[in-house]
């Protein structure tokens, strides 16, 4: 009786070339040869009847059967190193890959101090990482996890809350020095603000405010506009051009060092969600689920 499975050599180097990202890579990587890469993914779309790979001189991309077809095989190699290592009685000796999306906030003030320890835990891990403020399609681009901002639409994502982040307005001491201090709310209609223009929108993203007991979403008048990156506002502020609202985990050291000052702290309260999320119909890798915990962990 024929193998049903003898073709899987020529999956493991499709997806071989698809993560170096060229043939000659993959073939190091896997100590054979380029030629030997080629005839072996020519045959798997022969007996797909799909192309795969769209090549060139220069490169080489994915069709969009390709990139199902990956994400797939992927998914079912993943499945059978998980099995090994069960039956191993191994569970600690997490392998694979995750490719995770994070929005630049917590990319750089809370993902770096849970990737140490995850990393430090988990030699042979190897995480992809995504920082951008764009929300990506999980599913089209191939994404493991990613880390929202925000209440979440009703996507049909699995999702666990990491964290509650707490918002304050601050200002340079120059800045204040220069504008006055102000008091009250409508006093910031007199000074120069820093708002965000929301991506997802293109409009002024609201200034999150608990006044009097009530919340409040307050547009601030634009000075200045920053888009794309929220981290804009925060430099612009430390450098005197105005007040901004930013997270008390992006701001807290330099207030510390003096170098921002807490604007009115009566007006405080009000908080953002960050969630970590992931599509439901995938099933998680030991890789995938051993970065969720260290996510919720934090």
């Known amino acids: 009786m024929a193998r049903q499975f003898d073709y899987l050599g020529d999956v493991e180097a499709f997806l071989a070339v698809v993560d170096q990202g060229s043939f000659t890579a993959a073939a190091v990587q896997l100590a054979t040869t380029p030629s030997v890469l080629s005839r072996a993914v020519t045959r798997l779309e022969t007996r797909l009847g799909q192309q795969l790979l769209r090549r060139s001189t220069r490169s080489i991309g994915l069709t969009d059967a390709g990139r199902r077809y990956r994400e797939q095989t992927r998914a079912a190699f993943t499945q059978l190193e998980d099995a090994g290592r069960e039956l191993l009685g191994d569970p600690q000796h997490v392998t694979g890959r995750v490719r995770l999306s994070v929005p630049t906030t917590y990319g750089h003030y809370r993902l770096p101090a849970v990737l140490a320890r995850f990393s430090a835990r988990h030699r042979q891990v190897q995480v992809e990482l995504n920082i951008s403020n764009r929300n990506v399609d999980l599913v089209a681009e191939g994404f493991?996890?990613?880390?929202?901002?925000?209440?979440?639409?009703?996507?049909?994502?699995?999702?666990?809350?990491?964290?509650?982040?707490?918002?304050?307005?601050?200002?340079?001491?120059?800045?204040?020095?220069?504008?006055?201090?102000?008091?009250?709310?409508?006093?910031?209609?007199?000074?120069?603000?820093?708002?965000?223009?929301?991506?997802?929108?293109?409009?002024?993203?609201?200034?999150?405010?608990?006044?009097?007991?009530?919340?409040?979403?307050?547009?601030?008048?634009?000075?200045?506009?920053?888009?794309?990156?929220?981290?804009?506002?925060?430099s612009l502020a430390a450098a005197g051009l105005g007040i901004c609202q930013s997270y008390d985990f992006i701001v807290g050291t330099a207030i510390a060092r003096g170098e921002l000052v807490e604007v009115l702290p009566a007006l405080r309260g009000r908080s953002r969600p960050f969630s970590v999320v992931y599509a439901p119909h995938r099933r998680q890798s030991a890789a995938s689920r051993a970065l969720v915990e260290a996510l919720r962990a934090g």
Do not use: K, N
């Open 144 to 234: 493991d996890l990613a880390v929202r901002l925000g209440e979440l639409p009703d996507s049909g994502l699995v999702a666990h809350r990491l964290e509650e982040a707490a918002l304050c307005l601050v200002a340079s001491p120059d800045y204040l020095r220069r504008a006055g201090v102000p008091q009250v709310l409508d006093d910031l209609r007199q000074h120069r603000c820093l708002p965000f223009v929301m991506p997802s929108s293109g409009r002024i993203a609201a200034w999150a405010l608990r006044d009097q007991g009530g919340d409040v979403e307050w547009s601030p008048p634009p000075a200045l506009t920053v888009s794309d990156d929220v981290l804009g506002v925060v």
